[in-house]
């Protein structure tokens, strides 16, 4: 009988996978809506909200979700959990940006009047900061589990 013991993998699988879980769909959520999507209606006279939002998605495709497969299986997690951070972070700080300033183009005329869009807005930004301190709370117990390896 082959028994394999990790004991140092500090954090539990189904804590993984939630993080993967919440990070993937908001990431591939973003990619597709702010980048994939408003790359198919590109012309040369958009303003500059217009490519900040392309590449809020295309940070939260790329450090939204390659680290969310590395923290899964737990390799290099405590790079994972930093990529995570540090790029989330960035794209939720140009998404808010582009949103404020170009509000009313994004949702129509009617602007703060739609309350399911400024609904929408505040979630995604409420998603992106909770995907920003888990990325955090991976990088320290990857931190203190390599400490405890030495």
């Given at each position: ?13 189904s804590l993984r996978f ?63 959990g930093f990529c995570m ?66």
């Amino acid at each position: 009988k082959l028994v394999i013991e990790c004991k140092y993998i500090s954090m539990d699988f189904s804590l993984r996978f939630r993080i993967f879980w919440v990070t993937i769909v908001i990431s591939l959520w973003l990619l597709i809506v702010d980048a994939i999507n408003r790359l198919s209606s590109f012309d040369d006279k958009q303003e500059w909200p217009f490519y900040c939002l392309i590449v809020s998605g295309f940070l939260m495709g790329v450090f939204g979700g390659i680290p969310a497969l590395m923290i899964l299986c737990w390799v290099k997690a405590r790079f994972a959990g930093f990529c995570m951070m540090l790029g989330v972070l960035i794209a939720a700080i140009l998404r808010v940006i582009a949103v404020i300033v170009d509000f009313e183009s994004l949702l129509g005329s009617r602007g703060f009047d739609t309350s399911s869009g400024f609904t929408t807005i505040c979630a995604i930004l409420l998603l992106q900061i909770y995907i920003v301190f888990e990325g955090f709370s991976v990088q320290r117990r990857a931190r203190e589990e390599a400490l405890a390896t030495t």
